[in-house]
């Protein structure tokens, strides 16, 4: 990574190819032996009618002095790459102000615009700089007309964020894959954990506006999201509450949040119709919190439904049991009587 880097604009009153400025020893030992083309960068598109007078080629070149001063040199090459008449000249040294990262760097000239353009990208991350100039082949001069920097990976997360916000879980989860360098711009865990309760929040708002599906496809879409990376069924791979509290989710999601959000999931489940899901789902919520009172109830409904009314039973008698326990008998709903006689 390159940064601030500073240039002298040295003018060339005279386009005789034997007044320009040769190579320094020192600098082609530097590109031949050191950097060689893994540095190099051809100015692109350039028309040949551009090109200053005897000089056959442009390119750019960035140096690094014995004061550890960063420069970006502009190079005319006069004859054909790799042979052994080839001449480099030192044409001039261009104030570059950003970062310069050579592997990802490209120079090229707009036709549009009639500019030369050099832009450099940072390495693992999207963020790129990038300065136009105006060329005079006669002088062989770049004059600084612009420079700009952006990095659409960290637009595009802001704009997975405000998705989050709004409900648009789907939208958010296309967004979000569209990210180069992910590892660069989010931490897995915590975006999981961030779909996670925007699920869980707007699937509660669908749920009480007599949306059950919806309030399913919340969770679906923000599962679906990162089944490649931590798996669309993560949230039932934990053996024990304490396995979860050690995890990285934890670090974003408590276990009380967690176990809440997909508690109502397996209860958005059930309440659908889908009752083989919601029977896994709360299993494993029950697998995780063994007294949660609200999953043994849920449950004891999906496995009631799905006909097996002997597992039912026994989960009301011990939704029973906890309610009992905690003083809440009054608060067990009459069906929960009723199936268990």
């Known amino acids: 990574m390159i940064r601030n880097l500073i240039f002298l604009i040295i003018p060339l009153l005279i386009t005789n190819i034997l007044a320009y400025k040769e190579l320094s020893d020192k600098l082609i030992s530097y590109y031949v032996n050191d950097v060689g083309e893994a540095y190099r960068r051809d100015v692109q598109s350039l028309p040949t ?7 056959d080629a442009l390119f750019i070149l960035p140096y690094e002095d ?11 090459e006069k004859g054909g790459k790799g042979e052994s008449e ?4 030192d044409l001039v040294l261009i104030k570059f102000t950003g970062y310069y990262n050579p592997p990802k760097s490209d120079v090229y000239y707009n036709e549009s615009d009639g500019l030369i353009y050099i832009t450099s990208q940072m390495p693992f991350s999207a963020y790129y700089y990038g300065a136009k100039y105006q060329w005079n082949k006669d002088s062989a001069k770049l004059t600084l007309i612009k420079v700009w920097e952006d990095d659409p990976s960290a637009r595009a997360l802001e704009e997975v ?19 180069f360098y992910p590892g660069h711009y989010y931490n897995d865990y915590e975006m999981t954990c961030k779909f996670l309760r925007s ?3 707007f699937a509660i708002s669908a749920y009480k506006n007599g949306n059950i599906e919806n309030a399913c496809e919340y969770y679906e879409d923000a599962f679906k999201t990162f089944e490649l990376t931590v798996g669309s069924d993560w949230y039932m ?14 670090k974003y999601m408590d276990f009380d949040e967690f176990i809440e959000a997909i508690n109502d999931y397996g209860f958005f489940l059930e309440q659908a119709g889908n009752v083989k899901k919601a029977i896994e789902v709360l299993s494993a919520v029950l697998s995780l919190s063994p007294d949660r009172m609200v999953a043994h109830l849920n449950l004891g409904d999906a496995l009631w439904k799905s006909g097996n009314k002997k597992e039912a039973k026994s989960e009301y008698l011990k939704y029973i049991e906890i309610m009992t ?11 929960v009587w009723l199936n268990v006689k």
């Open 237 to 250: 791979n934990f053996k024990s509450k304490g396995e979860y509290i050690s995890s990285e989710y934890n």
């Open 199 to 201: 699920a869980h929040n």
């Open 66 to 76: 014995e004061n550890g001063n960063i420069y970006i040199y502009l190079i005319g």
């Open 325 to 335: 326990e905690n003083g809440l008998k009054d608060k067990i709903p009459e069906r």
């Open 161 to 179: 964020n405000a998705l989050l916000e709004d409900g648009k879980i789907s939208e958010a989860g296309d967004k979000l894959m569209s990210i």
């Open 49 to 55: 009618n551009l090109l200053p007078d005897g000089i």
């Open 86 to 89: 080839w001449n480099l000249y």
